[in-house]
């Protein structure tokens, strides 16, 4: 079993920066990869961006590569989503999950454990 709390949310301006955070515990161990993504209002839930827990490999969705940087830090149990030049098609729920079996980066059902997510909204 493996927890994962969202923080960092909030309110930005277009073109603004944000640094979400992610807390993972439990059996961190059995992690391969730790996930970032999102779901605007009447969509579905997208990749953003996942880093591989040992080889630190980022991997990146084309509408965040260039902005959006997933970093980790093994030690604090912790993953990062630097977000810069955020625009209003960056607005919705942030979520983290941990993947703990093979599969797809991109895909929603190779992670198997998720947060409650946070909410960025990106004014104009």
């Known amino acids: 079993q493996v927890t994962v709390v969202e923080s960092g949310g909030g309110l930005v301006q277009a073109g603004d920066a944000l640094k979400l955070s992610c807390a993972y515990s439990?059996?961190?161990?059995?992690?391969?990869?730790m996930g970032w993504f999102r779901q605007a209002p009447g969509k579905i839930r997208m990749f953003v961006g996942a880093?591989?827990?040992?080889?630190?490999?980022?991997y990146y969705a084309a509408a965040v590569k260039g902005r959006f940087t997933v970093s980790s830090d093994n030690a604090k149990n912790t993953m990062y989503l630097q977000m810069n030049s955020l625009t209003e098609e960056d607005t919705a729920i942030y979520y983290c999950a941990a993947k703990v079996k093979s599969g797809s980066y991109w895909n929603t059902a190779s992670y198997d454990y998720w947060g409650q997510g946070t909410q960025v909204t990106v004014s104009s």
């Open positions: 880093i591989d827990r040992d080889s630190r490999n980022t």
């Open positions: 439990g059996r961190t161990d059995s992690t391969f990869a």
